[in-house]
């Protein structure tokens, strides 16, 4: 059950093409359900059934979040995809646009068809120029083969797809704030409630999914909910990508169903190299917490487990850390990033990460003291829940969860004035 | 309506309100930064987290709904927690030098500071610091110590209409800022000072003058429009050092003009009148009052009543105006006016019994459409352009029949922009569309005054508001009798929003010579101003104005002046009265007189004087009592102001504002297309001597300055080079200005204000001119 949906098409010579995604049953769901005119709530049910997750970081129930958009309202209804893929550590969607990019047309074909939206719009992170290219591509060609556009096969239904390069802010992956930038405003998450099912793009009602998840969609429709479901685990339906990174052999994106051990995943990407130990495992993108590498071998890859243990599946990108690795100065890189990333509106958030980052460098540059530990500690404790975003959460998860695990490291950090690793 | 419990505390809310709301009307304090009543809601500074029952976090009050049963606590330990951990985090960055800061003292987040923070930091690092723009004269700014609350990026975009301030950057980079660098131009913008919570951002004209402590405050009325904003005067030591806005929700909610706001440096001007003046042997001399008093109640005796012509500004307090009118009046003379910017006075028998703005100010927000007449209502009268610009907000349309395309802050629906000529024909269009009397002017109505009717008509609630431009045009009164004609034929109202901030108590109290106190017809009635010009008096009584800047035909009013005796009242010596002015009678101004001041909606203000005149100024109600003892007239024993006021508005009783207007018999435009017309209206930092001589306004992009405004073809045609000079002669006058090229001008214009350096030797605000090449 390996590349079975997102990327079923990666098997074949030049995967992204209209005619290689159709020969691998590509546009049949779209199809069926204009040919048969099905229910909207019929495809949202399926799609709840299906259990599918939002594979952004969130794992929010899609079906749900489509349920939530009152389909009578007059109006404008939008669909908004989420392709800002900026969370280091992933790069899956990077590739859905690469190499499939129509089962995510499709995806968002389905999702407009079933909240009664019209207009969708694909925001892609800024530095991908080339998914960019060929998203675009992809795009042209389904509107030449008249599956999107007016009346799309002849079926009464009309839907348009735009698609938004960003300009290189990672906040702009957070819904809100990539609504914000999207209407040409700085990118800065709103404060909800209203939720974009409610006030969306231009304050109307829209769906804004994860690129991963609209190109799931499809599948479900065309092979059952049930076929979906049943390929994960309870509560964690369907395969899912995982960018596999750091000191493993083949980094890289594997589909593989929800639910497998980390070990086998591990194993799929060729192990540790040079035969290293596994010491650190983050195991849903940087902001999540970061796991030692004898908890993850335990481990299976869905939502539940890993929280079990302390940390999330997020999204799904797997930063595999051997022990030549330094906590100190990974954390401080993380911590950095966050600093930087901060969209600066919320006080904890803007002041917070400056603060954290420059006692994290301290420590790692040997003027640490003895209790700048405890101060990140609580720094980050302050920040945590405090902030209109998930952004503020992000930043302080990795710090409390590396001193948590490798207090020894900065310990030494702290008392020999140089690194242990 | 629901029941909370905040803090074991039972209080109702109405549904839908934010936890802040209840809590403010409840008077329980949750400290805030970036929550402002009249702003949205951004929820970005966290300082108001609180705890609600079941939420696992902390949520902050000012984005919380409120709901029937909920529990919330300010005070609990997670609260406190939240709110103390916010603090700490405000403070890293934000130096903490308060001794040396213009806000110490003051200071919202000195303030919370004292209840939430903690007096040793654990921030250890380098704190952050930001480079200062230099925005303009009015606000300083110290971006160091922003907290990035965004209360003045909110103030840009949804009150000031403007986006001037923003937030450029990302997290601790994150700066507040114009930009590009260019000041800040809003004729609102001195607000954001009060809403910024610490030092970023205070007033420059009134930086490190004093501690916020050793000022005292009291109440007062602006003077310098005719909405009369309620402000806070700030003293030290008998000297204004600032003025700040004085809540009141029904004129000017939480904001002031920056005329306003600056407006009271004009009182420290080198030029004020200090002493009694007489003029001996052909040169004005100090005297003392006694002399100077009865040299006047002397000339006014001496002089057949017939031959004065009393003149009052309808910026004057009503106490002023009234006794002015009671003197006069005494005297056996009808001849008073304050319509100082008016040029046409054929529509006198047609005056409505008391003129003003047909609606209340707060009702001009409800409007659906609005239809602006010869009005650049943004700079003429801020804050009702804002009531105007939340009626836009909220749907409603705004047109104009303007002689430029002033620049408004919301979109105009219909923008009519002709000669100051054509601008009766304009109206006369839209009369003709609405099937409304045209006066006997034909003209075929086009689209444009077709969309004009049709939103008028289609409007459950609007207005056609006369501004200064039509106040002052050769045609008032036919604009007039147009748009209380369209306004009838519409169902809207229709009011007229001159430039003075007591029009409204002058009509009251008698200050024109058809009317008495109380709105009654005087019989006889006596010379209006343009007549008292076109038959010259021989003594004038002027009060609270200046004769070359204050009136619409300068050339006229100084030629007829300045032959005649003169008697002035009034704060300020200019060179003009020093050559011809016979007697001069210091005055207090604003401030520095109790007073009244009716705005257009009717509503009389008090205030009481708080600095004491400079020199030997006096009160102008007790020089003009005083006046009236001399000359022997009844009814001249007030002992103070306030007995002033209760017998002017006793003899005004029964008098409501009502715009009911007459017939009136000539309907004959007197404007013709010439070859080059000028297009006056008054500057907003000229209408007054007071703002005139404010330092801060007059270095602002909006003062204007000896310049002269022609659109590109029409220099081209004259040959003029940008940025050369014209010369424009009107009458016998004639001056040199310098040339803006402004595309806003329509053709055959030139845009050439009244009040402004150098148009003291010109005509009327409107009429034929020629321009010539320098």
Known sequence: MVNEVCFRTLHCDR?????????????????????????????????????????????????????????TAPGEKYVV???????PGTFKDRDILRYNPHALIEGILICGYAIGAATG??????????????????????????????????????????????SGAYICG??????????????????????????????????????????????IVRRGADWFREIGVPNSGGPKLFSVSGNVVRPGNYEVPMGIPFAELLEMAGGMREGKRCKAVIPGGSSVPVLPGEIMMDVTMDYESIEKVGSMLGSGAVIVMDDSNCMVKVLERIAYFYYEESCGQCTPCREGTGWMYRVIHRIENGTGRQEDLDLLDDVAKKIMGRTICALGDAAAMPVASFIQHFRDEFQYHIDHKKCMV | MVTIEVDGQEITAVSGQMLIEATDAAGINVPRFCYHKHLTVVANCRMCLVEVEKAPKPLPACATPVSEGMKVFTRSPMAREAQKGTMEFLLINHPLDCPICDQGGECELQDVAMGYGSDVSRFSERKRVVRDEDIGTLIATDMTRCIHCTRCVRFGGEIAGLRELGATGRGEHMRIGVYIENSVVSELSGNVIDLCPVGALTAKPSRYQARAWEMAEYEGIAPHDGLGSNIHIHVRRNQIIRVVPRENEALNQTWISDRDRFGYQGLYSEDRLQQPMLRENGSLKVVDWQQALQATARLLKETLPQRIGALVSPSATLEEQFLTAQLIRGLGCQNIDHRLRQVDFRGDAADPRLPWLGQGVTDL??????????????????????????????GGLVMAINPVAYAFNYDLEVDVVCAPSSMINELAGVAAA???????????????HQAIADALSAATQGTVLLGTVAIMHPDFSILRALAAGIAAKAGVSWGVVGSGSNDTGAWMVGAVPHRIAGGGTAEPGGMHFGAMLAEPRDLYFTVGFDPEMDTADPAATTAALGAAQLIGLGSYLTPWLEQHADILLPIGAFAETAGTLVNLEGTAQVFQGVTAPPGEARPGWKVLRVLGNLVDLPGFDQVDAAQVRDQALAACAGLAPDNTLGTSSDCAPLTAPGDWERIGGVPMYAVDGQVRRAKALQETPDAWGAVARLNTQAAAALGLEPNSAVRVTQGTGSAEFALRIDDRVPDGCVWLPIAVPGTQALGPGFGPITVNKV
């Open chain 1, 81 to 87: 995809v989420n392709s800002d893929e900026g969370e």
């Open chain 1, 121 to 166: 719009y694909n925001y892609i992170r800024g530095e991908f120029w080339e998914p960019y290219e060929r998203f675009e591509e992809a795009v042209t060609e389904a509107r030449e083969a008249g599956l999107l556009g007016d009346n799309i096969l002849d079926s009464g239904f009309g839907f348009q797809i735009h698609t938004h390069l960003g």
């Open chain 1, 174 to 219: 957070e819904e809100t704030a990539l609504l914000e930038s999207l209407e040409g405003k700085k990118g800065q998450p709103r404060f909800k409630p209203p939720f974009p099912a409610m006030f969306g793009l231009y304050g109307r009602p829209t769906v804004i999914n994860n690129t991963e998840t609209l190109a799931s969609v499809p599948d």
């Open chain 2, 434 to 448: 609405l099937g409304a009397d045209t006066l006997g002017i034909t003209v075929v109505p086009d689209q444009a």
């Open chain 1, 15 to 71: 995967p992204w093409r209209l005619e290689t995604y159709q020969s691998e049953g590509g546009y049949e769901a779209l199809k069926m359900i204009l040919a048969e005119k099905t229910p909207q709530e019929d495809i949202i049910e399926m799609v709840k059934q299906s259990g599918l997750r939002g594979r952004g970081g969130a794992g929010f129930p899609t079906g749900l979040k489509w349920g939530f958009i009152n389909r």
């Open chain 2, 365 to 394: 927000a409800g409007n659906r459409a609005t239809l602006l007449v010869g009005s650049w209502l943004r700079k003429d009268q801020p804050m009702l352009n804002h009531r105007v610009r939340q009626s836009v907000s909220e």
